[in-house]
Nanobody, 122 residues
């Protein structure tokens, strides 16, 4: 059974860093695009970053440019979201999602994890 499990969320002070992990099971990441999405309280879910199976990256959110980085370790079947210089407005539930080969956006990704909560507050 194909499954994605996010981890690494928590409470962090403004300006701090967190690294989220998305562990895949039931399939190998080599042929899949993995995206990170987030949903802040009272807001709609939005895309953050996505990496295609060939390594190409799509940035969905200008607000994270220069602060967030997506990477993958196919040997560990895991994708990471490194988040630096965190701001209170980054507070959200962060989800990872997978789709075959290409990033297909918020409404096109086939498989979703259950999310991990990131809270940025002093």
């Amino acid at each position: 059974q194909l499954q994605l499990v996010e981890s690494g969320g928590g409470l962090v002070q403004p300006g701090g860093s967190l690294r989220l992990s998305c562990a895949a099971s039931g399939f190998t990441l080599d042929y899949y695009a993995i995206g990170w999405f987030r949903q802040a309280p009272g807001k709609e879910r939005e895309g953050v970053l996505c990496q295609e199976s060939n390594g190409g990256t799509t940035n969905y959110a200008n607000s994270v440019k220069g602060r967030f980085t997506i990477s993958r370790d196919n040997a560990k079947n895991t994708v990471y979201l490194q988040m630096n210089s965190l701001k209170p407005e980054d507070t959200a539930i962060y989800y990872c999602a997978a789709d075959r080969y290409y990033c297909s956006g918020l409404h096109g990704m086939d498989y979703w994890g259950k999310g991990t909560l990131v809270t940025v507050s002093s």
